[in-house]
């Protein structure tokens, strides 16, 4: 007779097409919200590839409302989805940290949200003078909160990559896609101080490589579902057949 602890665990690792089904267009509408700004081509064409992308929930911006509310949404279902991951799953200790991570910079993110830019923040110049910031504080808690968010994000990142370097998985287009994640992360800030002309581009490449891990993080957990079933049923046939 099989070994009961792993019939169970065969059934407990099998993913059934329907829930591939939701995490597959639950991931794909998270990034789309993350990477809306290909919206403002209909919506706001000034801030299609001009200014930053915070500048489309600004108040006084056609249809900010809209841009505001897709990124909560975004927020929310990261906050949701990531943290169920973190909880539903074995993870190694490193996976976990990393899942966590990302809870951390959606809960950043969806401040951001919520502390909007003031109107009319020169989003396509330098750094705003300190009468500025005095006269508007949300600012403060609005750029804080996306340096966390994109710091937390980089290091799970990175965490993710080296887990996966660990384990021999196969991680060659996701340590690619860190690598430029980091660069335009560091090099890109500094550019685009030296060249404010640069921010809105670097800006839309490092969200482009953001929303690339939004997708990567569930279809992994996927692929660990996979390899825990197949030794699961390994092992439940071994056993039947003693």
């Not at 030296?194 to 990567?216: D, E, K, N």
Request: glycine share 6%; hydrophobic share 50%.
């Amino acid at each position: 007779m099989p070994n009961k602890k792993i019939l169970a665990a065969s059934r407990q690792y099998r993913i059934g097409n329907f829930t591939k089904a939701c995490i597959a267009v639950a991931t794909i509408l998270a990034m789309l919200a993350y990477s809306a700004f290909p919206l403002a081509i209909f919506f706001n064409k000034p801030y299609f590839w001009h200014g930053l992308v915070s500048g489309l929930s600004e108040p006084g911006q056609p249809h900010n409302l809209l841009f505001t509310g897709i990124d909560i949404a975004a927020s929310l279902f990261g906050i949701l989805f990531f943290s169920y991951l973190t909880w539903r799953e074995d993870w190694d200790r490193p996976q976990a940290i990393a899942l966590g991570l990302v809870v951390v910079a959606c809960l950043a993110e969806l401040l951001t949200d919520l502390y909007s830019l003031p109107a009319n923040f020169p989003t396509t110049g330098g750094i705003p003078s300190a009468h500025y910031f005095a006269s508007h504080p949300a600012l403060i808690v609005h750029l804080a909160a996306s340096s966390v968010n994109s710091v937390a994000f980089v290091a799970s990142f990175g965490l993710w990559v080296l887990h996966r370097r660990h384990t021999k998985s196969d991680s060659f287009v996701r340590e690619l896609i860190f690598v430029i994640t980091l660069c335009v992360g560091i090099f890109g800030t500094i550019v685009g101080r030296i060249y404010p002309a640069a921010s809105p581009t670097l800006q839309r490449i490092f969200i482009l490589c953001y929303c690339y891990w939004f997708i990567a993080f569930p279809f992994d957990s996927l692929a660990l579902k996979r390899r825990r079933a197949h030794i699961a049923r390994k092992r439940y046939a071994a056993a039947t057949a003693k």
